[in-house]
C-alpha cells in the first residue's frame, strides 16, 4: 500500500521560512506528478505549487517568487520551501501524488494526511 507522509509544518513568524516534505512510501516505481495545495477551515483545497515528471513546475500567483518546489524521484519525495512567508499562507498544507505506479497496483490520485502551518505576525 502506498502511502503519502507529510512533515515540516508548525509555527513560523511572518518573514520567516519553513520546509515542507512529502515521502511517499511503498513499493514504488514512479510517479508521475506531485504537488502541495492548501486548505482553510471552510475554503476550496487549492493548488499552492505542482512538479511534473519531468521537473515541469507549476506555482499558485500567490506564492510565485517565495515558494519553491522540489523533488527527489530517488526518494519519492517532494519538498515545498516556503520562503517570506506570510499570514495568509497559514493553512493546513496537503502532499498529492497522481499516476503512481506501484509493484501490486496503480494510483490515479493519492493525499497525504495534512500538516498544519501556523504563522505569527
Known amino acids: 500500500q502506498v502511502q503519502l507522509v507529510e512533515s515540516g509544518g508548525g509555527l513560523v513568524q511572518a518573514g520567516g521560512s519553513l520546509r515542507l516534505s512529502c515521502v511517499a512510501s511503498?513499493?514504488?516505481?514512479?510517479?508521475?506528478?506531485m504537488a502541495w495545495y492548501r486548505q482553510a477551515p471552510g475554503k476550496q483545497r487549492e493548488l499552492v505549487a505542482a512538479?511534473?515528471?519531468?521537473?515541469?513546475?507549476n506555482y499558485a500567483d500567490s506564492v510565485k517568487g517565495r515558494f519553491t518546489i522540489s523533488r527527489d524521484n530517488a526518494k519519492n519525495t517532494v519538498y515545498l520551501q516556503m520562503n517570506s512567508v506570510k499570514p495568509e499562507d497559514a493553512d493546513v498544507y496537503y502532499c498529492?501524488?497522481?499516476?503512481?505506479?506501484?509493484?501490486?497496483?496503480?494510483?490515479?490520485?493519492?493525499w497525504g494526511q495534512g500538516t498544519l502551518v501556523t504563522v505569527s505576525s
Open positions: 498529492n501524488a497522481r499516476d503512481v505506479l506501484a509493484c501490486s497496483r496503480g494510483y490515479h490520485e493519492l
Open positions: 512538479i511534473g515528471g519531468g521537473n515541469s513546475v
Open positions: 511503498g513499493d514504488i516505481f514512479g510517479i508521475n506528478a
